[in-house]
């Protein structure tokens, strides 16, 4: 099948101008000023005009088979389904394990990504969780990532947090080495995703592997950094060194009223602060659980992550926030991409279609593409999960 969209202003994310974009299959066939066909083959046409083509999001965290817990077996929070992705301009994410990693399991994980592919959707996941001993789907880590097309990685490790395992340096370089060679055996960049929590530690945990063992920044990826204003600072300067810092989109008005930042204001605040914009990330956390405790970590609430705010704060940071539209798009599409080393997030001929087409007022879906798949069309789900 050729798709053919004509007059769009395109970001990849880095802007390209007004092109014409031909899609054959999965892929990008061509992107130029002007394509004209002259074939009997079916050819479906989208004008653009007045719209802009972007990347489709990586979330490069979602709880895709539910999270939660921490209020008793009743507030395990819902699976994620396909359109709740779509729908938000997500094409690509990444499940993983949180707190609960006991009745929570990576088969239950990697069979629910491999569902989600099946859908249509770009899903990959995490072996590991909150803690230590990491578990995993065959009973080694290296296994796991070597072997298993879906694993890309390890994570989120919980630290500065009382529901973590209270690493220490040492076992914290081990896993990420171990990691690191699973990686390079499997040609995979094998990240480590980092949960940091509230506590006053901050990022300090990473910074002591960094200084005393053979272990860069850039082998973790720490989340919700936009937690309150010392962690985001903390965050701004693990990013001078070197590393990549994501912001988490789902929040709750308790936690906002507290002194957490909304992640497209911290996006904004930390380029303000001249951080690298290429160090910059946000994710949706979606289908977490959002527990809301006191100051002596008893549980005062919990809500539950959503996708869509991803889009949200993608469409706040632009409108809200004053942060350029090549910015914002870059923390949703080719920075996360690149932290996690997949082959997404970036418009080229020969690239995989995964693509949105965006009200350029608005900044909403108004098309979804993945792997050339027409998911949404006029802003509508035209392709659901099984049981949707």
């Known amino acids: 099948m050729l798709t053919l969209i004509k007059n769009a202003d395109v970001y990849s994310p880095q ?148 529901r973590s395992s209270q690493p220490c340096a040492q076992r914290l370089a081990e896993l990420a080495s171990h990691a690191r060679v699973a990686g390079m055996l499997s040609k995979k960049r094998a990240p480590v995703s980092i949960h940091v929590g509230p506590a006053d530690t901050h990022l300090a945990l990473l910074h002591e592997v960094a200084e005393n063992y053979d272990v860069p920044l850039n082998r973790f990826y720490p989340t919700h950094i936009n937690r309150n204003r010392a962690l985001l600072d903390a965050g701004i300067r693990f990013a001078a060194g070197g590393g990549t810092i994501d912001f988490t989109t789902s929040t709750t008005e308790y936690d906002l009223a507290h002194g957490e930042y909304a992640a497209a204001a911290a996006l904004a605040y930390a380029l303000n602060a001249n951080t690298d914009p290429t160090r910059l990330t946000m994710s949706s956390d979606g289908h977490a659980s959002l527990p809301v405790f006191d100051d002596s970590n008893n549980l005062i609430g919990l809500e539950v992550g959503r996708e869509v705010s991803l889009l949200d704060a993608f469409v706040d940071a632009v409108k809200k926030y004053g942060v350029p539209l090549e910015h914002a798009l870059m923390s949703v599409t080719s920075n996360p991409a690149d932290v996690l080393g997949i082959k997404k997030g970036q418009l080229a001929a020969g690239a995989d279609a995964d693509l949105l087409i965006l009200d350029s007022q608005r900044l909403r879906p108004i098309h979804v593409f993945s792997r050339g798949q027409h998911m949404v069309e006029e802003g509508k789900a035209i392709i659901t999960g099984r049981f949707e």
């Open 15 to 162: 802007p390209l101008g007004q092109q014409d974009m031909l899609i054959a299959g999965q892929h990008i066939l061509s992107i130029a000023p002007s394509i004209e066909l002259n074939t009997n083959v079916a050819v479906t046409c989208i004008d653009a005009s007045g719209c802009i083509i972007t990347p489709g999001f990586v979330d490069s965290l979602v709880h895709v088979c539910g999270g939660g817990g921490e209020d008793g077996f009743a507030s395990r929070t819902p699976e994620m389904q396909l359109t709740d992705a779509t729908l938000s301009g997500i094409t690509t994410v990444v499940g993983a394990l949180g707190t609960d990693s006991i009745a929570r399991t990576h088969s239950n994980l990697v069979a629910k990504t491999k569902g989600l592919r099946e859908e249509g959707l770009n899903a990959y996941c995490y072996t590991g969780s909150y803690h230590f001993p990491a578990p995993t789907l065959t009973q080694s880590l290296e296994n796991d990532i070597m072997f298993v097309d879906e694993i890309i990685g390890v994570g989120e490790v919980a630290i500065s947090d009382h």
